[in-house]
């Protein structure tokens, strides 16, 4: 079993920052990418950031040059540095890992999702 936990989310002003976290816990053989979408209100979920193990990342365009995207291997955990943030940036944060739980599967993991409001 697998799970994905989310923290960090919040209320924040225009121009402001926030940090997201999510660790991966259970049975888990190795993670290889690990990445953060969004969904706004009558949206379709959207890719923020995503960052492989060997640390590779690619970004949204939205993203880029605000948030920053980092890892820590040695604790299955997945960060989000979101600075300079605007209205428009309002949406539910989802945790996503790509990972093993054997040497030879795939498996995709969600997170519950945390809110990300920003205010004007």
């Known amino acids: 079993q697998v799970q994905l936990v989310e923290s960090g989310g919040g209320l924040v002003q225009v121009g402001g920052s926030l940090r997201l976290s999510c660790a991966a816990s259970g049975s888990i053989f190795s993670v290889n990418a690990m990445g953060w979408y969004r969904q706004a209100p009558g949206k379709q979920r959207e890719l923020v950031a995503a960052i492989r193990s060997g640390g590779g990342t690619n970004y949204a365009d939205s993203a880029k040059g605000r948030f920053t995207i980092s890892r820590d291997n040695s604790k299955n955990t997945v960060y989000l540095q979101m600075d300079s943030l605007k209205p428009e940036d309002t949406a539910v944060y989802y945790c996503?890992?790509?990972?093993?739980?054997?040497?030879?599967?795939?498996?995709?993991?969600w997170g519950q999702g945390t809110q990300v409001t920003v205010s004007s």
């Open positions: 996503n890992a790509e990972l093993r739980t054997t040497p030879s599967n795939i498996q995709y993991h």
